[in-house]
């Protein structure tokens, strides 16, 4: 656990951080929610407030609720707390006002700061839960990056953001590699105490995995063009049959953000719409992509324990990466007590693990026993493959 002058500075630096994300926004940007996992930036702000004001200084003697309707219009998906708006009307929250939302936020880091004044004073519950909202807030960073690029994206404007985020990371010096694996008893899982993790990365267990290879480099730009110019996207043998359905009623026939305008391709960024760069890693895309593309190179993705066990010698942090793998429980897994389990546990069913980080990611995520999920067809977060055998 982090000493309180540590926890104080980490705290302030992300309740400041998540600010200056939405710092290039008009006023305009900030309640939009073009789809239902999209949310508006405004509402990310709120909660992540609400998540430290329900769990923690709600249950301080003294403490005033700043605005008593906020717990139903910020709570996310916490069953336990009570109710809540339904996520696809996140969007319908034209009020409180961009300016009311940000004097909440203001209002909660204030009292935050304030109680850790006293932080010999505060429970071992209370740091839990402390440090677990700091990394929530984290989370919630990533994705309003990608949250605000899939408003802007689909703006007919294709609106200029900010090119900070470096979404195109200049192409490793050397080619892919493939490391050979051998066959063995591998741990999985997080096993440092004194580092955070969520509860999902633990208990620490054996696997045996067969020999494999695995690619050291994400799959570029370039060789997924070259699936669509193969016809992959009209070819169905390589694609699962809930994948092609997938395919075939949304019409996909190209990553997300990507568009031909007069023979050429472009891909939409945060820097605005710029000319494809071949040789970047290639983001945007679902599991069912993903396993298309792998099968038309006559390869497979790892699962997330031959990632693991494989990523010290790999290049990763730029994508997500798609794994084979369902997100379910470690053997010897206990979800956290109280709300906080309903974090991660509750959506152990119809999900993929994703392993690595992104250039989304904060770097207090980015750890090789993380792991990511959604569901096979999301492709809004910087999701990319790597390719094994």
Same mark, same amino acid.
């Given at each position: 656990?982090?000493?309180?002058?540590?926890?104080?500075?980490?705290?302030?630096?992300?309740?400041?951080?998540?600010?200056?994300?939405?710092?290039?926004?008009?006023?305009?940007?900030?309640?939009?929610?073009?789809?239902?996992?999209?949310?508006?930036?405004?509402? %990310?702000?709120?909660?992540?407030? @609400?998540?430290?004001?329900?769990?923690?200084?709600?249950?301080?003697?003294?403490?005033?609720?700043?605005?008593?309707?906020?717990?139903?219009?910020?709570?996310? #998906?916490?069953?336990?707390?009570?109710?809540?708006?339904?996520?696809?009307?996140?969007?319908?929250?034209?009020?409180?006002?961009?300016?009311?939302?940000?004097?909440?936020?203001?209002?909660?880091?204030?009292?935050?700061?304030?109680?850790?004044?006293?932080?010999?004073? *505060?429970?071992?519950?209370?740091?839990?839960?402390?440090?677990?909202?700091? %990394?929530?807030?984290? $989370?919630?960073?990533?994705?309003?990056?990608?949250? =605000?690029?899939?408003?802007?994206?689909?703006?007919?404007?294709?609106? #200029?953001?900010?090119?900070?985020?470096?979404?195109?990371?200049?192409?490793?010096?050397?080619?892919?590699?493939?490391? +050979?694996?051998?066959?063995?008893?591998?741990?999985?899982?997080?096993?440092?105490?004194?580092?955070?993790?969520?509860?999902?990365?633990?208990?620490?267990?054996?696997?045996? *995995?067969?020999?494999?290879? =695995?690619?050291?480099? *994400?799959?570029?730009?370039?060789?997924?063009?070259?699936? =669509?110019?193969?016809?992959?996207?009209?070819?169905? *043998?390589?694609? %699962?049959?809930?994948?092609?359905?997938?395919?075939?009623?949304?019409?996909?026939?190209?990553?997300?953000? @990507?568009?031909?305008?007069?023979?050429?391709?472009?891909?939409?960024?945060?820097?605005?719409?710029?000319?494809? $760069?071949?040789?970047?890693?290639?983001?945007?895309?679902?599991?069912?992509?993903?396993?298309?593309?792998?099968?038309?190179?006559?390869?497979?993705?790892?699962?997330?324990?031959?990632?693991?066990?494989?990523?010290?010698?790999?290049? @990763?942090?730029?994508?997500?990466?798609?794994?084979?793998?369902?997100?379910?429980?470690?053997?010897?897994?206990?979800?956290?007590?109280?709300?906080?389990? +309903?974090?991660?546990?509750?959506?152990?069913?119809? $999900?993929?693990?994703?392993?690595?980080?992104?250039?989304?990611?904060?770097?207090?995520?980015?750890?090789?026993?993380?792991?990511?999920?959604?569901?096979?067809?999301?492709?809004?977060?910087?999701?990319? =493959?790597?390719?094994?055998?």
């Amino acid at each position: 656990m982090m000493t309180a002058r540590e926890f104080r500075k980490i705290f302030a630096e992300t309740r400041r951080r998540s600010e200056e994300i939405c710092a290039h926004l008009q006023t305009e940007d900030f309640g939009v929610q073009p789809v239902e996992h999209v949310s508006p930036p405004k509402w %990310h702000l709120g909660h992540t407030s @609400w998540f430290f004001e329900e769990l923690v200084l709600k249950k301080c003697p003294g403490y005033t609720v700043f605005d008593p309707r906020f717990g139903f219009i910020f709570n996310s #998906y916490y069953e336990s707390v009570g109710e809540r708006v339904p996520r696809r009307e996140r969007g319908n929250l034209s009020r409180p006002t961009v300016a009311r939302v940000l004097a909440y936020r203001a209002a909660v880091t204030e009292a935050t700061l304030g109680l850790l004044e006293d932080w010999s004073g *505060l429970s071992p519950a209370q740091k839990s839960i402390l440090e677990v909202g700091v %990394h929530h807030e984290q $989370q919630h960073q990533e994705l309003l990056w990608t949250d =605000i690029k899939y408003i802007l994206g689909h703006n007919p404007l294709v609106p #200029y953001y900010t090119e900070s985020l470096g979404e195109n990371p200049a192409p490793p010096s050397q080619g892919p590699k493939w490391v +050979e694996v051998p066959a063995g008893i591998y741990e999985i899982g997080h096993a440092d105490p004194e580092r955070f993790c969520y509860d999902n990365e633990r208990a620490r267990h054996r696997v045996f *995995l067969e020999d494999f290879t =695995i690619s050291t480099q *994400l799959v570029q730009n370039q060789d997924y063009l070259a699936f =669509i110019q193969d016809g992959g996207y009209a070819d169905s *043998l390589l694609w %699962h049959a809930e994948g092609w359905q997938w395919r075939t009623q949304n019409e996909i026939d190209a990553p997300l953000y @990507w568009q031909q305008i007069d023979g050429q391709w472009f891909q939409y960024t945060l820097g605005g719409l710029q000319k494809l $760069q071949l040789d970047a890693p290639l983001s945007h895309i679902s599991f069912y992509e993903a396993a298309a593309f792998a099968r038309w190179k006559g390869m497979r993705l790892p699962t997330e324990f031959e990632w693991e066990a494989a990523q010290a010698k790999l290049d @990763w942090g730029a994508r997500w990466e798609w794994t084979e793998s369902a997100y379910t429980p470690y053997p010897g897994f206990q979800k956290a007590p109280g709300a906080l389990g +309903e974090y991660n546990a509750k959506f152990m069913v119809n $999900q993929k693990v994703l392993r690595g980080a992104s250039v989304a990611t904060p770097a207090t995520h980015q750890r090789p026993t993380y792991r990511n999920y959604f569901h096979p067809p999301m492709r809004w977060q910087f999701t990319g =493959i790597r390719l094994a055998n």
